[in-house]
Nanobody, 125 residues
Framework: QVQLVESGGGLVQAGASLRLSCAAS????????LGWFRQAPGKEREFVAS????????YYTDSVKGRFTISRDNAKNTVYLQMNNLKPEDTAVYYC??????????????????WGQGTQVTVSS
C-alpha cells in the first residue's frame, strides 16, 4: 500500500520557521515529481511548491518565493518543505503529493495521483 505521511506542522508566530517532511512508503518515488499543496478553510486547494523527479527543477507559487524551499532525498523517499518567515496567510493544511503520470504539470493538483493526509500549519500574528 502506497502511503505519503506528512509531519512537522504546528502552531507558530509570524516570522518563525517550520520544516515539513513527507515520507513515502510502499513504492519508490525516485524520478517522480513531488509537490506541496495547501488548503485554508473555505478556500480551494492551492499549489505551493513542486520538485522534479531528480530535483533538478523546483517551482513555487509567487507568494512563497524567497521564503519556502522544497527539496527531496531520494535515498529516503522523502520530500521536504522548509518554510521561513511564516505569515498568518500561510495558515492551512499542507499536503504532499506525487505525480506519477506524465506529463508533469507541476501546479495542477488534478495531475497528482498520490496524496498524504495533511498536516496543519497555523501562524499567529
Amino acid at each position: 500500500q502506497v502511503q505519503l505521511v506528512e509531519s512537522g506542522g504546528g502552531l507558530v508566530q509570524a516570522g518563525a520557521s517550520l520544516r515539513l517532511s513527507c515520507a513515502a512508503s510502499g513504492r519508490s518515488f525516485v524520478g517522480i515529481p513531488l509537490g506541496w499543496f495547501r488548503q485554508a478553510p473555505g478556500k480551494e486547494r492551492e499549489f505551493v511548491a513542486s520538485i522534479s523527479g531528480y530535483g533538478a527543477a523546483t517551482y513555487y507559487t509567487d507568494s512563497v518565493k524567497g521564503r519556502f524551499t522544497i527539496s527531496r532525498d531520494n535515498a529516503k523517499n522523502t520530500v521536504y518543505l522548509q518554510m521561513n518567515n511564516l505569515k498568518p496567510e500561510d495558515t492551512a493544511v499542507y499536503y504532499c503529493a506525487a505525480d506519477s503520470n506524465p506529463p508533469y504539470q507541476y501546479n495542477d493538483y488534478r495531475t497528482y495521483d498520490y496524496w498524504g493526509q495533511g498536516t496543519q500549519v497555523t501562524v499567529s500574528s
